[in-house]
């Protein structure tokens, strides 16, 4: 199968792993609490998009000049930064994990 394929599969599916993931969540800990983390969680991603987003966005800008698009990689602290932030602004846990993950050299 093709990565096409495979990311349309893995876009598809991701609703409904988040939905399992708060429901698992909420169950645990409780409705309130796995609300109040999903928003905040949103909010800190928003927050960390205003802080950081224009710096990081003007330093890939600088280097996608620089060196065209063999420069997207994840290792860049820049692309790293706007995607998981971008990630944090996404409803769920999932996304969250992973978004927060980015912000964690170890894991980029």
Aim: hydrophobic share 60%; proline share 4%; net charge positive.
């Amino acid at each position: 199968m093709s990565m096409l394929k495979w990311a349309l599969i893995g876009l598809l599916a991701l609703p409904a792993a988040e939905l399992a993931g708060f429901l698992l969540v909420a169950m645990s800990v409780g409705w309130l609490w796995a609300t109040i983390a999903l928003v905040s969680t949103s909010a800190l991603g928003i927050a960390l998009l205003r802080r950081s987003g224009r710096h990081a966005l003007g330093r890939l800008t600088e280097t996608l000049r620089n060196d065209g698009i063999a420069a997207l990689r994840l290792d860049s602290p820049a692309v790293a930064t706007l995607l998981g932030a971008a990630l944090l602004v996404l409803p769920g846990f999932i996304t969250d994990v992973v978004g927060g993950a980015l912000f964690l050299p170890r894991f980029r």
